[in-house]
């Protein structure tokens, strides 16, 4: 099946730094998502970006689908940004019937910003 | 707009018993799928309904089985429970058709003792 592959596994930063969070994926893809989970375990999306660039406040995503990859920047970093970033494919693949699909997840990036 | 949301919060239960999570969607969305995550982990694929049938199966056993009703809500059971069903149980909807983004719950934390 598809292996998802997150970098780096933990990433520790200063308050106010920028940080880039990388994501390669073995097969074609037709969904990528990226989450953060929090301290409580929800998983809240950040960007769904199967291709192309999509910017939100202090975060941006690029995916390059045909070198298989996504980046997740986070510029001015603040201590609520600490937590686990996912990354998480949708592949044409793993299809049976149109519309339903199971996401595939990397382990996570464990990111934590010192005041 | 509500939300994915989930019940109960937390659940602890002994090893052989029986469990039932419950899950109701995002408003619009149709399609529900279970996945769990282990302390430490990504979260893993278990199964996907939609129109009250299961869609698709990850590499769980058959202890691990599921519902989905008419309002389009989920129920997921596990049966015979062992220490290694010990996670939390995340619920994530999406609209069939419409886009393949999918939308997390809160989550249950499953404890077996």
């Known amino acids: 099946g598809i292996q998802v592959e997150q970098s780096p596994p933990d990433l520790i930063l200063q308050e106010g730094a920028n940080s880039t969070l990388r994501c390669n994926f073995s097969?074609?893809?037709?969904?990528l998502q990226w989450f953060h989970q929090n301290p409580w375990g929800q998983l809240i999306n950040l960007f769904y970006?199967?291709?192309g660039t999509k910017q939100n406040g202090r975060l941006s995503a690029t995916t390059v689908a045909t070198e298989r990859y996504s980046l997740l920047y986070i510029s001015s970093s603040q201590t609520t940004d600490s937590g686990v970033y996912f990354c998480?494919?949708?592949?044409?693949?793993?299809?049976?019937?149109?519309?339903?699909?199971?996401?595939?997840f990397g382990q996570g990036t464990r990111l934590t910003i010192n005041p | 707009d509500a939300g994915v949301t989930q019940s109960p919060t937390h659940l602890i239960k002994t090893r052989g018993q029986q469990v039932t999570l419950r899950c109701s969607p995002k408003?619009?969305?149709?399609?529900v799928s279970w996945y769990q995550q282990a302390l430490g982990q990504g979260p893993q694929f278990i199964f996907q309904?939609?129109?009250?049938?299961?869609?698709q199966r990850g590499n769980f056993p058959d202890r691990f089985s599921g519902h989905q009703f008419p309002n389009y809500s989920s129920e997921l059971n596990v049966n015979a429970l062992l220490l290694g069903d010990s996670a939390l149980y995340l619920c994530?909807?999406?609209?069939?058709?419409?886009?393949?983004?999918?939308?997390f719950g809160p989550g249950t934390r499953l404890t077996v003792t």
């Open positions: 994530a909807s999406s609209r069939r058709g419409y886009s393949y983004e999918q939308y």
């Open positions: 097969d074609s893809v037709n969904n």
């Open positions: 970006i199967p291709s």
């Open positions: 998480a494919v949708g592949s044409p693949r793993l299809m049976i019937i149109q519309g339903a699909q199971k996401l595939v």
């Open positions: 408003s619009g969305h149709d399609t």
């Open positions: 309904y939609y129109e009250e049938e299961e869609r």
